[in-house]
């Protein structure tokens, strides 16, 4: 029998640990760590349970509402900001000049690779940007088996950041252990080669060797999940039963670990004495930027006063 009490006041301590290491957790990932310090068991009830308690901490204001990702959804869209003349006018002009001061050539510019990030689950992107958005490469939610049109953009996106270049294109995939998690990297890859884009597809996470190591629990499963698992195709191939692992137990169970695979994933492709150079060439073209842009604007300024 659960002791909902002893765990709500668990809930709130782990949820600022997950944030102080710049993960934003889902719902998931908080019933992964729960389960992990042996407070709830890894069953259908009890992930049904931690979800309602949650749900009623959160009403309470025990845990920030802006401290769990939501794992399916987003909004888009946004009317523009209200602005004062002046204010425009200042803003513009601070902007123009930190823009030029900010003069960069692409952190990959000269290195031997071309790298994206992939991962099954959207709701884990937020937490994946917080830990290798200052390594500049592109990330991607999947959501699975992505749509042809979703690979058709991306296979455009890499082939213009391949074009007139000799670099190798790499993916580094994370998602859940399971019949569709592993069949979709061969999906990409084969989906990738239609369209004649050769691209090497990693998976990174989840591993059995990860599962191993870090001794992951299984996916809680119903009767439901049971049936829908035995009516994939792919489980007809799959080695391994009924015994599942979800990308959020390995950040659940090892946080700082999953960080370190995250980002050592990607760094591993990175020279840092290439991007010496790079900086170089930076600073140089940062000089040049400078000079040609208070030439052009003083051009500008003087043509529309004539006008």
């Known amino acids: 029998m659960v002791n909902w009490s002893k765990v ?3 809930i709130g301590p782990i949820v600022s640990s997950f944030v102080s290491r710049g993960i934003i957790p889902t719902v998931r990932t908080v019933y992964y760590a729960l389960v ?26 025990d845990v920030d509402w802006g401290n769990i990702a939501d794992e399916t959804r987003e909004t888009r869209g ?16 601070k902007a123009y000049v930190k823009k030029l001061r900010g003069f960069t050539l692409p952190r990959w510019l000269n290195q031997s690779y071309y790298i994206e990030v992939w991962i099954e689950k959207f709701a884990l992107a ?11 490469v592109v990330l991607t939610p999947s959501r699975g088996y992505s749509s042809w049109t979703f690979l058709w953009q991306a296979q455009k996106r890499i082939a213009e950041a391949l074009e007139g ?40 996470a989840v591993t059995e060797e990860q599962i191993e190591r870090y001794k992951l629990p299984s996916t809680p499963e119903d009767e439901k999940e ?60 940062r000089k040049r930027a400078w000079k040609l842009s208070k030439e052009l604007m003083r051009r500008v300024l003087e043509e529309d006063r004539e006008e």
């Not at 937020?126 to 500049?136: A, E, P, S, V």
């Not at 294109?169 to 990409?188: H, W």
């Open 8 to 10: 709500a006041a668990q």
């Open 36 to 61: 992990s310090k042996e407070l709830i068991p890894n069953t259908r009830s009890a992930y049904q349970g931690s979800v309602k308690k949650l749900v009623s901490m959160r009403k309470k204001g």
């Open 78 to 93: 946004e009317d523009e900001p209200l602005w004062e003349p002046d204010e425009y006018a200042k803003a513009y002009v």
């Open 126 to 136: 937020r937490t994946f940007q917080n830990w290798i958005g200052d390594l500049n």
């Open 165 to 204: 270049t000799d670099k190798e294109a790499i993916i580094l995939y994370f998602g859940d252990f399971d019949p569709s998690g592993r069949d979709i990297e061969r999906f990409i890859t084969e989906t990738l080669e239609w369209f004649g884009i050769s691209v090497e597809v990693k998976n990174i």
């Open 226 to 285: 049971i049936a829908k698992m035995m009516r994939d195709p792919r489980y007809k191939k799959w080695e391994h039963g009924l015994f599942r692992v979800e990308l959020d137990a390995l950040m659940a169970f090892v946080p700082e670990e999953f960080k370190r695979i995250v980002t050592e994933s990607v760094s591993e492709y990175f020279d840092d004495i290439t991007y010496g150079e790079t900086l170089e060439e930076q600073g140089v073209g």
